[in-house]
T-cell receptor, first 114, second 109 residues
Framework: NAGVTQTPKFQVLKTGQSMTLQCAQD?????MSWYRQDPGMGLRLIHY???????DQGEVPNGYNVSRSTTEDFPLRLLSAAPSQTSVYFC?????????????FGQGTRLTVV | ELKVEQNPLFLSMQEGKNYTIYCNYSTTSDRLYWYRQDPGKSLESLFVLLSNGAVKQEGRLMASLDTKARLSTLHITAAVHDLSATYFC?????????FGPGTSLSVIP
């Protein structure tokens, strides 16, 4: 199993450009989420999904869109990139039942907006 | 609004010593997680605590949960250099998994 796969690993964008960060998991997890990590601020939840067709906002949703058309994929779209969106982005997935509800994280996408 | 705090944020400890990291949260949650992150790497799960009084141990790390006090602890016993990393707690009260700011641990000889 590959687990959680994020692409790309690195990206440089110009202000105003749009792009999509890809996230795929092969563990049949219902729950998927996107976080951004900035120095000294831990991980902040952007958007999450409890199943295909269902998404909701996290702590810092502005400037980002998500969709969940399949169980496996949860892409994150930056509509018009801003320097404040320079960060490391992590996608995670988890099961919601039983005792094994910990999140499995992708390797991260390091995004720089210039 | 759910808030998750960790104390301390930075910790430098000598090898062989014991120490405890604290995680406080502001709303009821029956699920609490501890994760480890090495520099430049992703996060890996350490513990899942699912009920009041839960205690889990793995090697030199032991985690506990007191849901009434809204407090979890991560106890480090006889620290070794390999434990140097950033440790995050996260709470999961209603499908929003919120992380604390992290505790950066450095174990020195």
């Amino acid at each position: 199993n590959a687990g959680v796969t994020q692409t790309p690993k690195f990206q440089v964008l110009k202000t105003g450009q749009s792009m999509t960060l890809q996230c795929a998991q092969d563990m049949n997890h219902e729950y998927m989420s996107w976080y951004r990590q900035d120095p000294g601020m831990g991980l902040r939840l952007i958007h999450y999904s409890v199943g295909a067709g269902i998404t909701d906002q996290g702590e810092v949703p502005n400037g980002y869109n998500v969709s969940r058309s399949t169980t496996e994929d949860f892409p994150l779209r930056l509509l018009s990139a801003a320097p404040s969106q320079t960060s490391v982005y992590f996608c995670a997935s988890s099961s919601r039942g039983g005792g094994n509800t910990e999140a499995f994280f992708g390797q991260g996408t390091r995004l720089t907006v210039v | 609004e759910l808030k998750v705090e960790q104390n301390p944020l930075f910790l430098s400890m000598q090898e062989g010593k014991n120490y405890t990291i604290y995680c406080n949260y502001s709303t009821t949650s029956d699920r609490l997680y501890w994760y480890r992150q090495d520099p430049g790497k992703s996060l890996e799960s350490l513990f899942v605590l699912l009920s009041n009084g839960a205690v889990k141990q793995e090697g030199r790390l032991m985690a506990s949960l007191d849901t009434k006090a809204r407090l979890s602890t991560l106890h480090i016993t006889a620290a070794v250099h390999d434990l140097s990393a950033t440790y995050f707690c996260a709470v999961d009260p209603y499908d929003k998994v919120i992380f604390g700011p992290g505790t950066s641990l450095s174990v020195i000889p």
